[in-house]
């Protein structure tokens, strides 16, 4: 019965649940002198290899973060799950360990990850690619009053937002986070000057924890 209320919720709240999506982040931790190198890489690699219908490929530089987070940068990989493990089995020729070995010589291991989940809950599909991106994670005692909550009051300005989505880390999550909420952003200034998301964000911390966030600015993507 939750279930089916939550769905009626979202449908009201002009959310999109039947296009949901699975994705991959990998973490890295990019020395400076070898940022370029490092660019130059991931992009021979992506851009010389057939890449599924629906599946993205995007490279971002960490803008703002916490003191405690390592990474500088994200690569991320997202799209259909089915599409997305089609994709995964491709990469397994030596190419791909001849790219891994080369990106392991480039970074440094502090601050590595890899962690996987699935969108429960999309908004504003369209401005999916917006360049800058921030995602608050959680660890959410109360999901279906987490989402529920964060619907509603999405449902006051979402028209005014970029893409949206809240998620589920399924893979690789640390310190018990088990939810997040993703936002766009067109610009560095409409990021930083988007306080009605923050205002949402506070209607939801009572069904959750939030433990970090970071502000990532998308540096090349590969379809």
Known sequence: ????????????????????????????NVPNENSQ???????????????????????????????????THVLNLAGPTDALVEFESRKLTPEWDAYVAQLNSLTDSDGFSVTAGTTLVRYNLDKWQQPIAQSWQ???NDPYSFISTFADLMSV???KSGYVSIGQTSHGNENGESHYI????????TALDFSQMNEALGGVTEFGKLTRTITRVMMQSWE
């Open 1 to 28: 019965m939750k279930k089916l209320i939550l769905s009626l919720c979202l449908l009201s709240s002009g959310y999109l649940f039947s296009q949901n999506i699975t994705w991959q982040n990998v973490t890295l």
């Open 37 to 71: 190198a490092v660019f130059n890489l991931i992009d021979g690699f992506y851009s010389n290899i057939e890449i599924p219908e629906g599946v993205r490929v995007s490279l971002w530089n960490i803008q703002f973060k916490g003191a405690s987070e390592k990474a």
């Open 138 to 140: 959680f660890i959410v």
């Open 157 to 159: 300005f979402g028209e």
């Open 182 to 189: 993703y936002a766009t952003y067109p610009d560095l200034n």
